[in-house]
């Protein structure tokens, strides 16, 4: 069973960075492929980033190509989105998920764990 918690949501202005954190815990986390959520108010949960279990294989959403990136650090557990150039449409519940393996980043179905969520908001 995995525990997982983001933090580092916030405020921030357009143009702006900031950097989503996950923590996880009752688990090998290197064993666990993960990925990066997220639910504005009134849409769909929207795949942002992935990230193989190893870190050497990543995958993007195409509204967050080229602004956001996605890290891991298995030696301390820890799951990383660094955001940058941040638009007002990325204002947005931010989840973590993950799950054991799989080919397919973008379903919410293919992932067993989920983070509480962390809140961003972007402001013009």
């Known amino acids: 069973q995995v525990r997982l918690t983001e933090s580092g949501g916030g405020l921030v202005q357009t143009r702006g960075s900031l950097r989503l954190s996950c923590v996880g815990s009752?688990?090998?986390?290197?064993?666990?492929?993960m990925g990066w959520f997220r639910q504005a108010p009134g849409k769909a949960r929207e795949f942002v980033a992935g990230i193989k279990g190893t870190g050497d294989t990543t995958s993007y959403g195409d509204s967050v190509k080229g602004r956001f990136t996605i890290s891991r650090d298995n030696a301390k557990n820890l799951l990383y989105l660094q955001m940058s150039n941040l638009k007002v449409e990325d204002t947005a519940e931010y989840y973590c998920a993950g799950r054991r393996t799989g080919s397919v980043w973008s379903l919410r179905e293919r992932y067993d764990y989920w983070g509480q969520g962390t809140q961003v908001t972007v402001s013009s």
């Open positions: 009752g688990a090998t986390f290197r064993d666990y492929d």
